[in-house]
C-alpha cells in the first residue's frame, strides 16, 4: 500500500539558519515554498523545514526544534565526509561506528543541525 517517505517534516527555530545548515554543510537543495516553509531534496524527498511558530495546518501535536534523529545515506566515504566537516568546523558527536541500518550493518558519523536534531549519516559497511 505505501511505497516510501515524500517528505519529513523538520521543525526548526530559524529556517535561514537550517536552510544554511542544510545546504551548505550537507549539500541539499533548497526549494522555497513560502516563509514558512522550504523543502530541502534528498533525493526523491524532501526534508520539509517549518518554523517553529508557523500557522500551517494540519501539523504534529507538539512541533519542538530539536525533536528527530534522522539518517541518511551518503554517496561519500566517510573519510571524505569527515574531511569536509572538519573544514566547515562542525563538530561530529560521534563515529565513525558501527550500527544496524533499514538493510543490513552501517557505518554512521553523528552531528547536530543548529537546532540540536541529531544527523546520522551513514554508509554501508564494508566486510
Known sequence: MLTGPDHLVVTVDDIPVAVDFYTRVLGLE?????????????GDMALRLHQYDTAASPKAAHPTPGSIDLCVRSVLPLDEVQAHLSALQVPIEAGPVSRQGANG???????????????????????
Open 30 to 42: 533548497a526549494r522555497y515554498r513560502d516563509n514558512e516553509r522550504v523543502d530541502l531534496m534528498l
Open 105 to 127: 550493518p552501517i557505518v554512521s558519523l553523528y552531528l547536530r543541525d543548529p537546532d540540536g536534531n541529531l544527523i546520522e549519516i551513514c554508509r554501508p559497511e564494508r566486510n
